[in-house]
């Protein structure tokens, strides 16, 4: 079975908002936020439709024994009140499954229509052609989550943006996903700021995102790198400890951000001689246009040598805190320290 096949985050999404609920969920992967989420869209559908607090029932696989035929036996039991039943199951990963086990398979075939059970299986399936992942996904109740990266989470911050009745095109959603980084959370927290901040406005521009950055005074990792563009040792340092002490990033994901950075500059250098304008030279190295005018002054800045140079300090970066016991502070300030001099 291709892990393509599998229906996702996109297609379970498309689902709730039709209120068109199935009778299983059985949910797994990487991405904890997207499940949670899916749980809580579908939770507040079904929960409206529940009479009793006795129907609604969460099962803890790592807290008890218990096993398949007991959560099959309670979504066969009928409702107390005259609505829907809803079973949450989590840490499903820690229950044992077996192509032998009948129950949960005829279950599978024929589940009780009044019942919603929900699986919350973190992490991946190591086989998924065996039972009952492979009954499970013959009837659609399976769905993989998987870590969003690239152009899956530019489409999932326009799709959050669209919820909010408000747009965003696909270049500046580009850039919030550079400046806040890959957590949804951090995402979602930062566009709900953005949308307080422009109000009966429409669209969310280039102009509201960085002055709301701005007003909060937050410091990004491009404000690191236009500090190292201007080669401003003190302002570099002051925002690299500050990111290494507030965001996500860390310091691997700093490094990962400068060396992206630097290498853009270097290929910057190829394309000054070519006859293309600004826009064409930025969509062809998959950066933000309004970026590139910098990005060219940063290049003529440090010339091709010190590129180089600080592109090999990068990688010993990078090398130091997968082989010495340093502290990240420390590798921090010998990278920039090397990257600035002359």
Known sequence: MSKSNLPSFVDIRSEIKSKKLKPIYFLFGEDLFGINRAVSDIKKIVEAQISSDFDNETFYCSDRDINLSDIVSVAKTFPFGDGKKLIIV????????????????????????????????????????????????????????????????????????????????????????????????????????????????????FKAIEELTTKLKTYTIFDLLNA???????????????????????????????????????????????????????????INKYFYSNFAKATRLYGLNQISRSLKAIYQADLRVKT???????????????ILSE
């Open 324 to 338: 010495t016991s340093l502290d990240d502070k420390t590798i921090l300030t010998i990278l920039i320290a090397e």
């Open 90 to 205: 989590k840490n499903a990963e820690e229950l044992k499954y077996s192509d032998k086990d009948e129950n949960f398979l005829t279950y599978i075939k024929n589940p009780a229509d009044f019942t919603v059970l929900i699986f919350i299986y973190e992490g991946k399936i190591s086989n998924l052609n065996s039972e009952p992942f492979k009954s499970l996904s013959k009837n659609q109740f399976l769905y993989e989550f998987s870590e969003l990266r690239s152009d899956m989470l530019v489409k999932w911050v326009i799709e959050f943006v669209n919820d909010k009745n408000k747009r965003i095109t696909k270049e500046n959603a580009e850039f919030l996903v550079d400046i806040v980084g890959e957590s949804r959370v951090l995402l979602e927290n930062q566009i709900e700021k953005i949308v307080q901040y422009i109000g009966e406005n429409e669209e969310i521009t």
């Open 228 to 286: 190292l563009d201007k080669k401003d040792k003190s302002n570099s340092l002051k925002i690299a400890y500050n990111l290494l002490d507030n965001s996500e990033l860390g310091l691997l994901g700093i490094i990962a951000m400068l060396n992206k950075h630097f290498t853009t500059l270097l290929r910057i250098d190829e394309l000054e001689k070519l006859k293309m304008t600004e826009e064409e030279k930025a969509k062809a190295l998959g």
